[in-house]
């Protein structure tokens, strides 16, 4: 109960001082968080699995019982706090123990994982929502250029959310939120192969599974989709 408090404490401290970064106030709930980490450990091969944004580690402790013997996990987190959580969790939590060495905490935003990074599953938290369209294109490029061919991206968003705050926004605000639904509009389009509610979450979320084809090439083959509104 201590540890669950104070985790929840550091998130809330978070939120407050990066909100644009943190985007939530509590980490995911544990139906999220199970909704998330479905795709992993639904195959017989060795894999190679990427959680971007795992904060104090929520979704991390629903994938770490379901990693394959050999399947690698990397947690690639941008804030500082949470990355030193997240160390302390694989030393000291015994579920993680087990796990430890094949699971590695990197502190750097991901748009700097370097694309020599292959991965069979791709697990998002980041709060997409609070970025620029632009950024949100060029995060959602860099997930393809990490993909190896069928690799499976799940990412969540908040029930009505966009909607309902461009309801109660600026101008501005407005165009800014209705270009990002439009990309990822575009995005689900293309790759999504299921979704699912999770009403049993504070608030209500759907979690989007992708899976990619193929890595998008470098040429005209796939022309860049360019946000209208933006
Ligand atoms: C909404 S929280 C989700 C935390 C956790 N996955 C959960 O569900 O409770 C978003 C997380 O994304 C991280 N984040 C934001 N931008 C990032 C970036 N560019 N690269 C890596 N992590 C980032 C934040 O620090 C935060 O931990």
């Known amino acids: 109960m201590g540890k669950w408090f104070s985790e929840y404490r550091v998130f809330w401290q978070e939120f ?10 509590l980490p995911s709930g544990r139906r999220l968080s199970r909704a998330l980490a479905r795709q992993v450990g639904r195959d017989e091969r060795p894999r190679r699995i990427l959680e971007v ?7 991390t402790a629903e994938i770490i ?21 997240l160390r302390q969790r694989l030393n000291e939590d015994e579920k993680w123990q087990r796990v430890a060495n094949r699971v590695r905490v990197m502190q750097l935003p991901v748009e700097q994982l370097p694309l020599s990074e292959k991965y069979e599953c791709i697990v998002s938290g980041l709060p997409l929502n609070n970025f620029s ?5 060029q ?7 990490l993909a190896s061919e069928g690799c499976t991206l ?3 968003e908040y029930v009505a959310i966009r909607n309902f705050k461009a309801m109660v926004s600026s101008r501005d605000e407005r165009k800014r939120l209705q270009g990002i639904d439009q990309i990822l509009r575009q995005e689900l389009a293309r790759w999504e192969f299921q979704r699912k509610i999770v009403l049993a979450n504070v608030p209500p979320a759907w979690v989007h599974h992708l899976r990619f084809a193929a890595p998008l090439p470098c040429s005209d ?8 509104v933006c």
């Open 16 to 25: 407050r001082q990066t909100f644009h970064t943190t985007g939530a106030v």
């Open 221 to 228: 083959e796939y022309p860049v989709v360019q946000p209208a």
């Open 133 to 137: 369209c632009e950024f949100v294109q």
């Open 139 to 145: 995060v959602l490029d860099h997930f393809h250029s």
């Open 65 to 85: 019982p379901r990693l394959g013997p050999e399947d690698r996990l990397d947690l690639v987190e941008l804030n500082e706090r949470f990355a030193e959580i």
């Open 154 to 156: 799940s990412f969540f």
């Open 53 to 59: 944004g795992p904060g104090t580690g929520a979704v």
